[in-house]
């Protein structure tokens, strides 16, 4: 596969007509600035619109789960009762499948991220098309188009039954 990449005046790379945001990359967007379908699919400033985006509920859960952690160790062990023993460790439990959750989440945030970087934000890991702004929008996490998400959770269904 022949590669080219060119690097724009603003640091943006485009590597086989796709822009790839550098980390070190900084693109100043307008308050309020959300990506429109009248603009060029992925470019710098949807990159930049969607890395902010994912840093910062990146920075949430990472916020969310620290405390989690310090209201575990804060939590005073001794409990008398063993009802509210139970229920303690049962809330125990809660809060830490929640932190896993968060692990994992972060996890695909900061493969978004890469993805960003890379230029392969925003495309299908499958079929190459395009995922769109509006599932992006709700879930930028999203490595799948809908078509290609929706076939690989009716294959899992069949897999399953």
């Not at 809660?94 to 972060?106: G, N």
């Amino acid at each position: 596969m022949n590669s080219t990449a060119t690097t724009l005046d603003n640091g943006v790379t485009r590597e086989d007509g796709r822009y790839a945001l550098p980390l070190t990359t900084t693109i100043d967007l307008p308050p309020g600035y959300r990506p429109s379908q009248d603009e060029e699919y992925m470019n710098p400033r949807h990159l930049a619109y969607f890395r902010n985006k994912l840093r910062d509920w990146r920075e949430q859960l990472v916020e969310e789960s620290r405390q989690t952690m310090e209201n575990l160790r804060d939590e005073v062990r001794d409990v008398g009762d063993e009802a509210e023993r139970a229920t303690r460790e049962t809330e125990n439990s809660l809060e830490l499948r929640t932190r896993d959750r968060y692990r994992k989440l972060i996890s695909k945030i900061d493969k978004a991220l890469r993805r960003i970087e890379e230029g392969r934000y925003g495309y299908c890991e499958e079929t190459d098309e395009e995922i769109g702004l509006e599932r992006l929008d709700a879930r930028p996490i999203a490595t799948l188009s809908l078509d290609a998400q929706e076939r690989r959770e009716h294959l899992q269904k069949q897999m399953g039954d």
